[in-house]
Every structure is written in C-alpha cells, then in structure tokens.
C-alpha cells in the first residue's frame, strides 16, 4: 500500500508560477512511475504528465510541454511539478498517482495507476 499527499496548490495570476509536490508512503521500497492528473468537478480526469521511477523518462500532456517540468527525488520519495506560465485553462484540482507496473515508459491513462492521493486544487486567475 502507498499512500500520496499533495501539497503546493493555490491560487495564482495568470502567467505565473506555482510548484505541487507529491510525497509517497508506506511502501516507497518499490519503484513507481508516478504522474500527475487534472480533474474538474464533472470532466473526465486529464492527464498532466508522469515520470519514470529512475527520472530518465518523462512525458507530458501537449498543454505543459515546456512550461511545466517533473522531477523526482527517491531519497525524499517526493515528485514535484513545476508550472510556469500558467494559463486559466489549468485552474483544476491536481491529482498525483503511482503505477506499480514496470514499463519502459510512463502511461498516460488512468486505469494504470493503482494508487492515488486527494489532490490540491490550483487556480489561476486573470
């Protein structure tokens, strides 16, 4: 069992910057491919982006390549988006996941990821 806690949202102007964090739990001895959702009230969850256990693959929904980057400290088994040039599309709440399978590279569907944390709400606004 894993568990995940988020941290970091808020509420932010738009063109600015906010940083989420993702601590894991429990059962950290185990590598996971770990990612980040998008999910508003009544929307299908969206993915965001995801990173390999090892931070040698990541992968990015179209909407945050270059403005958002994935990192992952295993010392801290703490994952962490960084997002940049925030626009009000993005204003959401934020779901980190884990993926306990092993795979070359990170999925981006939601059936793949088998543990999940409550989520941080970030919005932006103009």
């Known amino acids: 069992q894993v568990m995940l806690v988020e941290s970091g949202g808020g509420l932010v102007q738009a063109g600015g910057s906010l940083r989420l964090s993702c601590a894991a739990s429990g059962r950290t001895s185990i590598s996971y491919i770990m990612a980040w959702f998008g999910q508003t009230p009544g929307m299908e969850s969206e993915f965001v982006c995801a990173?390999?256990?090892?931070?040698?693959?990541?992968r990015y929904a179209g909407s945050g390549e270059g403005r958002f980057t994935l990192s992952i400290d295993n010392a801290k088994n703490t994952v962490s988006l960084q997002m940049n040039s925030l626009q009000l599309e993005v204003t959401t709440v934020y779901y980190c996941?884990?993926?306990?399978?092993?795979?070359?590279?990170?999925?981006?569907?939601?059936?793949?990821?088998?543990?999940w944390g409550h989520g941080t709400q970030v919005t932006v606004s103009s």
């Open positions: 996941a884990a993926d306990t399978a092993s795979r070359w590279y990170p999925s981006n569907r939601r059936e793949d990821y088998a543990y």
């Open positions: 990173i390999s256990a090892s931070g040698g693959n990541t």
